[in-house]
């Protein structure tokens, strides 16, 4: 980035396996996203606000991934 520029650096999604238990698929959102921030170094990040959706299984575990990406980047400073 010069001159306040964005420039993206990478993309992609991280996934999990649909019959992991659900401490372990945190765990693993965690474990990838600790490789990526050590990979990029990023300085800032922005994570987005979980909308209520009707759907009130959806919401906590999307929750729940949130809460862990924004552990993870606690832990790395960010």
Known sequence: MRDGELVAVSFGIIS???DAAP???LE???DQLNDLIKE???D???VEK???QSNV???L???QARGVIMLCLQKAGI
């Open 28 to 30: 693993m959102l965690f």
């Open 50 to 52: 979980l909308f209520f």
């Open 57 to 59: 299984k959806t919401a």
């Open 23 to 25: 401490a372990a698929r």
């Open 44 to 46: 800032t990040a922005a």
């Open 16 to 18: 999990t396996p649909k």
């Open 40 to 42: 990029h170094q990023p």
């Open 61 to 63: 575990a999307v929750g």
